[in-house]
T-cell receptor
């Protein structure tokens, strides 16, 4: 389902640390997930995606883990840099649709301190 | 290849006026999505269009809101008789094949 809140979850890390951002989803029919990065004043930017037939996918400095049993998704960022500071959203696409009608999570604010 | 273009980037309207938001998809993309983002929230799907057709408008309010994607020209999201609750960031995304979406920079609408 969708959650509405006045305050987004926040994560503060030091430069060079690894970051883990979590996302829970409720629609068991979701079969495709995407992580987006949104910097202030900009649109969402694609980071990495994963299909439900996978439980892990790696990109450059990022890894997405999918646990379908508990309906949980995480984004791991290795060696976090100040430029990684942004709001991160997970988004899901329900199975059965032939087009990309995405459902977005609430978002997490990541702040990286030099 | 230029990215998705949206204009204006910022739009201020008084209650009761009309707001027109434009989205030019990436070259070769015939699928357009509109999303709305309220402060401190994720994006909410509004409408999905292909050239000259509305495919899914299930996320769009039934009144005052309309969208089009003509054969020529940008996609338009139109909000009539705006109210303060319409203040939000409106994002357009385009896709070449109804899956991967590329987002524009958004239009920030402020209703006074």
């Amino acid at each position: 389902g969708e959650s509405v809140g006045l305050h987004l979850p926040t994560l503060s890390v030091q430069e060079g640390d690894n970051s883990i951002i979590n996302c829970a989803y409720s629609n068991s029919a979701s079969d495709y997930f995407i992580w987006y990065k949104q910097e202030s004043g900009k649109g969402p930017q694609f980071i990495i995606d994963i299909r439900s037939n996978m439980d892990k996918r790696q990109g450059q400095r990022v890894t997405v883990l999918l646990n379908k049993t508990v309906k949980h998704l995480s984004l791991q960022i290795a060696a976090t840099q100040p430029g990684d500071s942004a709001v991160y959203f997970c988004a899901g696409l329900a199975g059965g649709t032939s087009y990309g009608k995405l459902t977005f999570g609430q978002g997490t604010i990541l702040t990286v301190h030099p | 290849n230029a990215g998705v273009m949206q204009n204006p980037r910022h739009l201020v309207r008084r209650r009761g006026q009309e707001a027109r938001l434009r989205c030019s998809p990436m070259k070769g993309h015939s699928h357009v999505y509109w999303y709305r983002q309220l402060p401190e929230e994720g994006l909410k799907f509004m409408v999905y269009l292909q050239k000259e057709n509305i495919i899914d408008e299930s996320g769009m309010p039934k009144e005052r809101f309309s969208a089009e994607f003509p054969k020529e020209g940008p996609s338009i999201l139109r909000i009539q008789q705006v109210v303060r609750g319409d203040s939000a960031a409106y994002f357009c995304a385009s896709s070449p094949d109804s899956n991967e979406q590329f987002f524009g920079p958004g239009t920030r609408l402020t209703v006074l």
